[in-house]
Protein backbone atom coordinates (compact mmCIF):
# COMPACT_ATOMS: atom_id res chain seq x y z
CA UNK A 1 0.00 0.00 0.00
CA UNK A 2 1.06 3.37 -1.18
CA UNK A 3 0.36 6.78 1.00
CA UNK A 4 -0.77 9.74 -0.91
CA UNK A 5 1.63 12.36 -1.24
CA UNK A 6 -0.10 14.55 0.89
CA UNK A 7 -0.08 12.07 3.71
CA UNK A 8 3.59 11.45 3.16
CA UNK A 9 4.15 15.41 3.20
CA UNK A 10 2.66 15.70 6.79
CA UNK A 11 4.89 12.82 7.81
CA UNK A 12 7.88 14.06 6.44
CA UNK A 13 7.46 17.63 8.14
CA UNK A 14 6.66 15.84 11.15
CA UNK A 15 9.88 14.20 11.09
CA UNK A 16 11.80 17.33 9.96
CA UNK A 17 9.47 19.63 13.10
CA UNK A 18 11.09 17.84 16.17
CA UNK A 19 7.62 17.62 17.89
CA UNK A 20 5.59 14.73 19.36
CA UNK A 21 3.10 13.09 17.05
CA UNK A 22 0.54 14.23 19.23
CA UNK A 23 1.70 17.81 19.34
CA UNK A 24 2.35 18.00 15.29
CA UNK A 25 -0.96 16.44 14.77
CA UNK A 26 -2.78 19.11 17.08
CA UNK A 27 -1.16 22.04 15.13
CA UNK A 28 -2.26 20.70 12.11
CA UNK A 29 -5.40 19.88 13.06
CA UNK A 30 -5.19 15.57 12.38
CA UNK A 31 -6.33 12.85 14.38
CA UNK A 32 -3.73 11.31 15.72
CA UNK A 33 -4.65 7.57 15.76
CA UNK A 34 -4.89 8.65 11.60
CA UNK A 35 -1.78 10.19 11.39
CA UNK A 36 -0.16 6.71 13.59
CA UNK A 37 -1.90 4.70 10.91
CA UNK A 38 -0.42 6.63 7.79
CA UNK A 39 3.13 6.73 9.90
CA UNK A 40 2.93 2.23 9.69
CA UNK A 41 1.99 2.33 6.10
CA UNK A 42 4.76 4.83 5.55
CA UNK A 43 7.40 2.92 7.71
CA UNK A 44 5.83 -0.90 6.05
CA UNK A 45 6.30 0.64 2.45
CA UNK A 46 10.02 1.92 2.97
CA UNK A 47 11.15 -1.37 4.48
CA UNK A 48 9.45 -3.40 1.56
CA UNK A 49 10.87 -0.79 -1.07
CA UNK A 50 13.92 -2.28 -2.72
CA UNK A 51 15.63 1.25 -3.21
CA UNK A 52 19.46 1.11 -3.92
CA UNK A 53 21.05 3.66 -1.42
CA UNK A 54 24.29 5.05 -1.80
CA UNK A 55 26.17 5.53 0.96
CA UNK A 56 29.15 8.27 0.04
CA UNK A 57 32.39 6.81 0.80
CA UNK A 58 35.88 8.33 0.35
CA UNK A 59 38.14 6.14 -0.90
CA UNK A 60 41.93 7.44 -0.37
CA UNK A 61 45.46 5.24 -0.45
CA UNK A 62 47.44 6.34 2.66
CA UNK A 63 51.03 5.41 2.65
CA UNK A 64 51.53 3.12 6.36
CA UNK A 65 53.58 0.16 7.43
CA UNK A 66 50.85 -2.14 7.68
CA UNK A 67 49.50 -1.44 3.60
CA UNK A 68 45.92 -1.02 5.14
CA UNK A 69 42.61 0.50 2.86
CA UNK A 70 41.05 3.22 4.81
CA UNK A 71 37.16 3.43 3.54
CA UNK A 72 35.97 6.42 5.63
CA UNK A 73 32.24 6.75 5.43
CA UNK A 74 30.01 10.42 5.71
CA UNK A 75 28.98 9.67 9.31
CA UNK A 76 33.00 10.36 10.07
CA UNK A 77 33.62 6.02 10.26
CA UNK A 78 36.56 4.95 9.27
CA UNK A 79 36.98 1.24 7.69
CA UNK A 80 40.21 -0.38 7.68
CA UNK A 81 41.05 -3.56 5.21
CA UNK A 82 44.15 -5.21 4.12
CA UNK A 83 45.57 -3.55 1.07
CA UNK A 84 45.06 -6.65 -1.12
CA UNK A 85 41.22 -7.39 0.02
CA UNK A 86 39.13 -9.24 -2.85
CA UNK A 87 37.54 -6.52 -5.20
CA UNK A 88 33.81 -8.94 -5.01
CA UNK A 89 34.28 -9.10 -1.55
CA UNK A 90 34.41 -5.47 -1.13
CA UNK A 91 31.58 -4.95 -3.36
CA UNK A 92 29.49 -7.10 -1.53
CA UNK A 93 30.66 -5.75 1.84
CA UNK A 94 29.29 -1.84 0.51
CA UNK A 95 26.22 -3.50 -0.42
CA UNK A 96 24.94 -4.99 2.64
CA UNK A 97 25.49 -1.65 4.27
CA UNK A 98 22.72 -0.24 2.10
Not at 5 to 22: D, F, M, P, V
Not at 55 to 66: A, C, L, N
Not at 69 to 86: D, F, I
Request: glycine share 6%; aromatic share 8%.
Amino acid sequence: MVLALYKQNHIEAWQASGLSQRDYCRQHGLNAKTFANWLRIYRSSRMNAKVPMLIPVTIKREVSSTESLYLRGSNGHTLQLPANVSLQWLGELLKCLD
